[in-house]
């Protein structure tokens, strides 16, 4: 079981990134997919998260309304999108699954198959 997580970059204040997780030999629609963000120095935030079949979600308030989760069935990936990035937004970003249907959760120990991180800067 492996995620891979693409899309990071480097983009000016205010531009958009969409960050997608993949995954290799399952499904993602039965699980719970966490998107996470790390920073140097700082302890891991919980971005967006994304039930397995209702599409609820759960989002970081300071990323309300800038950013949006999304699962694509036909490709398998659980995608990011990131608008109005900020200079607070920079980290490594990480997806994650947890097996549980449907049973969102914001902690690490959650989550039991983790992607490598995508990094994301924000520079002008």
């Known amino acids: 079981v492996q995620l891979q997580a693409s899309g990071g970059g480097l983009v000016q204040p205010g531009g958009s990134l969409r960050l997608s997780c993949a995954a290799s030999a399952f499904t993602l629609d039965y699980y719970v997919i966490g998107w996470s963000r790390q920073a140097p120095g700082k302890e891991r935030e919980w971005v967006s998260c994304?039930?397995?079949?209702?599409?609820?979600?759960v989002d970081l308030d300071s990323v309300k309304g800038r950013f949006t989760i999304s699962r694509d069935k036909a490709k398998n990936t659980v995608d990011l999108r990131m608008n109005s990035l900020k200079p607070e937004d920079p980290a490594a970003y990480y997806c994650?699954?947890?097996?549980?249907?449907?049973?969102?959760?914001?902690?690490?120990?959650?989550?039991?198959?983790w992607g490598r991180g995508t990094q994301v800067t924000v520079s002008s």
């Open positions: 994304i039930s397995s079949s209702e599409g609820s979600t």
């Open positions: 994650a699954a947890r097996p549980v249907y449907n049973d969102i959760q914001v902690s690490t120990t959650a989550y039991d198959y």
